[in-house]
């Protein structure tokens, strides 16, 4: 059985010593190839030269929302040339970006200037990955509306988006599908109180599935509760073969394709 991670973050354990074996672990649970997504500016750097080292791990740049600071935009206008030498350690895309409304001030016009500020740098993003034609990966809590609202005023082909750790419900992503867009799903798939997200994943169905970690956040049961690596996909996979009654060969190869096929690691490659 092998396996695609479309979403992890690896850069504190490359901080911390620890990224050989959590490598390691991956290969041996049968995972193929990482995505590894950067939240910050600081990330770019060290994900580039983790690239370069591994050939299974490819990665995508960008701001997440709750990273902006004042040097955003400074950041964001070398963000393009980041992509301009073609060679295996540049980014494949843009991600994570979008919006976050999860944690708001409680003074509605502090709260109204974070989301405003949140906006303005998603919009910077899509553009630019629109102008290169690159793939984005949307991050989109208690916020999905306004992201698509965002993506639409850009005139963002959604079929380059994936919103990642989709916890929306059936008709939302029946929603994204229909732009064009396609969800990812994370361990919470096997938390007993997750049943809409269930529901969701099926309502999109295999010919989008993909699958994730957000490591080291989210590790499914039975590792609840401890940090979360990338080999843990597998319990993810055995959760996804259930629900749509099929193998867990049949989920691998089948969101395996559709990584391939969204990326285009084989035209990377």
């Known amino acids: 059985m092998k396996l695609t991670d479309t979403h992890a973050h690896l850069e504190g354990f490359e901080r911390?010593?620890?990224?050989?074996?959590?490598?390691?672990?991956?290969?041996?649970?049968?995972?193929?190839?990482?995505?590894?997504?950067?939240?910050?500016?600081?990330?770019?750097?060290?994900?580039?030269?983790?690239?370069e080292r591994h050939s299974e791990i490819s990665w995508m740049a960008g701001i997440h929302p709750t990273d902006i600071t004042d040097s955003s935009d400074d950041a964001l206008d070398a963000l393009p040339s980041l992509f301009i030498s073609g060679g295996k350690s540049d980014p494949i895309g843009i991600g994570e970006i979008g919006l976050d409304y999860y944690r708001l001030p409680a003074d509605p016009e502090e709260a109204e200037n974070i989301k405003t500020r949140q906006r303005r740098i998603f919009s910077r993003q899509l553009r630019i990955a629109a102008d290169l034609g690159l793939k984005v990966c949307v991050h989109a809590r208690n916020a999905l509306e306004d992201c698509i609202a965002e993506m639409e005023k850009a005139r963002f082909n959604f079929s380059n988006a994936v919103f990642h750790c989709f916890s929306g419900t059936?008709?939302?992503?029946?929603?994204?599908?229909?732009?064009?867009?396609?969800?990812?799903?994370?361990?919470?798939?096997?938390?007993?109180?997750?049943?809409?997200?269930?529901?969701?994943?099926?309502?999109?169905?295999?010919?989008?599935?993909?699958?994730?970690?957000?490591?080291?956040?989210?590790?499914?049961?039975?590792?609840?509760?401890?940090?979360?690596?990338?080999?843990?996909?597998?319990?993810?996979?055995?959760?996804?073969?259930e629900i749509f009654g099929v193998s867990e060969d049949y989920i691998a190869r089948a969101t395996s394709q559709n990584a391939r096929d969204f990326f285009g690691f084989d035209r990377k490659l």
């Open 16 to 51: 911390r010593g620890e990224l050989e074996g959590v490598l390691s672990r991956a290969r041996g649970a049968g995972i193929e190839r990482i995505v590894a997504c950067s939240t910050s500016p600081g990330d770019w750097a060290a994900y580039s030269k983790i690239s």
């Open 170 to 241: 059936p008709l939302q992503v029946a929603e994204l599908n229909r732009l064009g867009a396609r969800a990812s799903f994370t361990g919470i798939i096997t938390y007993k109180n997750a049943g809409q997200m269930r529901g969701s994943m099926l309502e999109q169905g295999l010919g989008y599935l993909m699958l994730e970690t957000d490591c080291p956040y989210l590790a499914p049961v039975p590792y609840r509760g401890k940090a979360c690596e990338p080999f843990m996909l597998s319990q993810t996979a055995k959760a996804a073969a």
